[in-house]
């Protein structure tokens, strides 16, 4: 499962992910995923194979850095949501923005940048995120392109 209970299993999922790719082991599919987008990512790749170094590093946001593993988590989690078009009418969103876009990355990162929003709002306001209010952050990034 991706989404485990706490920071560290979740960050050596991915260092593990991400050497198993490297050194061409064998892998489970979730850990295909995540290596995909690793390989995507090429500015994260040193801190990764620097391994344990990275589990307890914090990237606060107020210093305008951005924590890798959530973004990189994000981008398994909308494409899990393309995967099955949760919440309805995501995909047909996404290749307006891939049309836009040209290329599936900058769209992608349209779709986490609503995502993160929306989840920080949920969780700001002690509520479920609401797949509405997501699809209409999606929506609006389109009008303004």
């Not at 500015?43 to 990237?59: F, S, V």
């Not at 049309?99 to 993160?116: I, M, N, Q």
Request: some cysteine; proline content about 6%.
């Amino acid at each position: 499962m991706i989404f485990a209970n706490d920071r560290h299993s979740l960050r050596r999922m991915f260092i593990d992910a991400w050497r198993k790719a490297r050194e061409g082991g064998v892998m489970e599919p979730l850990e295909v995923r995540i290596a995909e987008v690793i390989g995507e990512h090429p500015e994260y790749h040193a801190m990764l194979e620097r391994g344990d170094a990275a589990l307890d590093r914090d990237w606060p946001p107020e210093a305008g850095e951005t924590n890798p593993f959530l973004h990189m988590a994000l981008h398994i989690a909308v494409r899990e949501q393309l995967a099955t078009d949760r919440p309805a009418g995501i995909s047909h969103a996404f290749h307006a923005l891939l049309a836009d876009c040209g290329e599936r990355l900058p769209a992608e990162h349209v779709l986490l940048e609503c995502l993160g929003e929306e989840l920080w709002q949920a969780q700001r306001d002690n509520r479920a995120p609401d797949e509405q209010i997501y699809l209409e952050r999606i929506r609006a990034r389109l009008s303004r392109r």
